[in-house]
């Protein structure tokens, strides 16, 4: 059986998770009300998460333009900031972000 130090480590593993997954779900929900435009799509933001690359310059070409695009992380992005905001597009990913933004919407209703 489990000790109590344990059983306490649990309950404070899973209250965090329910603390971190309601605060995602709040932003998410503030993101979509206050219409905050980012360069990078809901799903980006809040469910990919954090950008797991190394801390290190890397580049690699738009998909669009074929431009070269430097990232501070060897994580890249899909497009450029020109093409990704002139085609309203995620520049991490390159999805159409209201596409993504419309079905989060109907998911959360
Ligand atoms: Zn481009
Ligand atoms: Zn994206």
Do not use: P, W, Y
């Not at 329910?18 to 469910?47: G, Y």
């Not at 070269?68 to 002139?86: P, W």
């Amino acid at each position: 059986m489990e000790t109590t130090t344990e059983l306490n480590e649990i309950r404070n593993r899973t209250n965090r998770r329910i603390f971190d997954f309601e605060n995602k779900i709040k932003n998410l929900k503030k993101a979509i009300a206050d219409d905050d435009d980012q360069k990078e799509c809901l799903s980006c933001r809040f469910v990919t998460g954090v950008r797991m690359g190394l801390a290190k310059i890397s580049s690699t070409n738009c998909k669009l333009c074929q431009k070269e695009v430097l990232s501070g992380s060897t994580d890249l992005n899909h497009l450029c900031d020109n093409c990704a905001t002139k085609n309203g597009l995620c520049v991490r990913c390159g999805c159409n972000k209201n596409e993504v933004k419309d079905s989060i919407q109907k998911i959360l209703k």
